[in-house]
């Protein structure tokens, strides 16, 4: 062709149809590749990370064996202390004084009623409920026995003792000490009076106590 025939409008006209058919080739070349990639399965088919779930890594019983192992040697727990058994009650040796716990300390009255110049009489009982024999101060100050009146104070044992007023006494175990005890109707004081008045008919209360402990009272009547 004459180059000068591609001159003006003529010109154009060939320029554009070359452009076209490029451009032509060019879609075709590239609707194959896609074909090619897409695998015949269409525009629709959704990617692999969307369409599957991602697998689990599987553990391996070694290496999950080694990193426990790891990391017991890098921060090692305290192993628990063993348990603090209970100590064993430690074992009384007989013979020791008693213990006010171990002892039970009671009075009974013989009567409720007493005639004029009948003489009260009373039974004091001492038990030693602990585990051995033990020993126990039964004299007149450490045990004492109290009649009272009210608020007045009658007659005790602890009144005008002579000497030490001890009396040690062997307890066995469930073995009682037993004491009677007559009250001959008159009163007493720490004083000691030579001649000391008669109670008067009325009623009265008495009891024993020794330390901390108390007997039962017990309630009797003087005619």
Not at 2 to 9: E, F, K, L, Q, V
Not at 72 to 96: C, D, F, V, Y
Not at 130 to 147: K, L, N, S, Y
Request: glycine letters at 10%.
């Amino acid at each position: 062709m004459d180059p000068d025939s591609m001159r003006g409008d003529g010109g154009d006209i060939y320029w554009r149809r070359r452009m076209s058919v490029l451009v032509a080739v060019l879609v075709v070349v590239a609707v194959v590749a896609w074909a090619c990639s897409s695998g015949g399965d269409g525009p629709e088919r959704t990617s692999s990370a969307q369409s599957s779930a991602t697998p689990s890594p599987s553990t391996d019983p070694l290496l999950a064996g080694l990193r426990t192992l790891a990391m017991g040697t890098a921060s090692p727990s305290p192993s628990p202390s063993p348990s603090k058994s209970p100590k064993a009650p430690r074992t009384r040796r007989p013979g020791l004084p008693c213990t006010e716990k171990d002892l039970v300390l009671s009075l009974q009255g013989q009567g409720e009623i007493y005639a004029d110049g009948a003489h009260p009489t009373f039974l004091i009982t001492l038990v030693n409920t602990g585990p051995v024999m033990c020993t126990a101060d039964v004299g007149p100050r450490a045990m004492e026995i109290r009649i009272m009146s009210g608020e007045d104070r009658i007659w005790s044992t602890a009144d005008c003792v002579s000497g030490p007023g001890t009396d040690i006494e062997q307890l066995d175990r469930g073995v009682p000490y037993v004491r009677t005890l007559d009250w001959n109707r008159r009163r007493s004081s720490p004083d000691c009076r030579a001649e000391p008045p008669s109670a008067l008919p009325g009623t009265y209360v008495v009891g024993a106590r020794m330390g901390k402990l108390r007997s039962p009272k017990a309630v009797f009547h003087l005619r």
